[in-house]
């Protein structure tokens, strides 16, 4: 699921970045250097745009769908809420959806990951290669017996 979003462009205005990929390991790797243990937060950081690339219209939904059987609910409920999560930083979400996300336990997370999704748009920035990426989540999850 990694691998397509090398190929989706996205508006320069918003992602000099520039594809998808190279977002999606920016927020990985700034998420990593806060909570390098959270295994289900670091996943949904690296995963978190994977539905660009299957339905640009509805990707949170596209990324739901195709992740659904393959992370934990925390690791989705992480990527449903994402999008959201930036408007709460631009203070651009009503009052009732604040309320609600912020009920979660996991709203600082939430929070941590869309900073770090905000932060992760910038040219030239080393990343990791996706599967060292993805290496780095399996070393987690073996610690945790899984």
């Known amino acids: 699921l990694l691998a397509p979003l090398e190929h989706v462009r996205q ?16 927020v990985f790797e700034l998420a990593r250097a806060q909570q390098p243990y959270d295994e ?7 995963l978190h745009d994977v539905g660009k690339a299957i339905d640009r219209r509805d990707h949170v939904a596209a990324a739901l769908d195709a ?4 992370v934990t609910e925390r690791t989705l409920w992480f990527i449903e809420h994402h999008v ?4 709460i930083r631009d203070g651009t979400v009503g009052a009732r959806s604040l309320r609600r996300l912020e009920a979660s336990p996991d709203f600082e997370d939430l929070m941590l990951l869309a900073e770090c999704d905000r ?4 040219r030239g920035v080393r990343v990791p290669e996706p599967e ?3 290496d780095y989540l399996r070393e987690l999850a073996s610690h945790h017996g899984e």
């Open 11 to 26: 508006d320069p205005r918003r992602h000099p970045e520039g594809d998808a990929l190279c977002h999606s390991l920016q």
């Open 67 to 70: 992740l659904a059987d393959h």
């Open 119 to 122: 932060r992760g748009r910038r």
């Open 84 to 87: 959201t999560a930036l408007a």
């Open 40 to 46: 289900e937060l670091l996943t949904a950081a690296l």
């Open 132 to 134: 060292d990426a993805l």
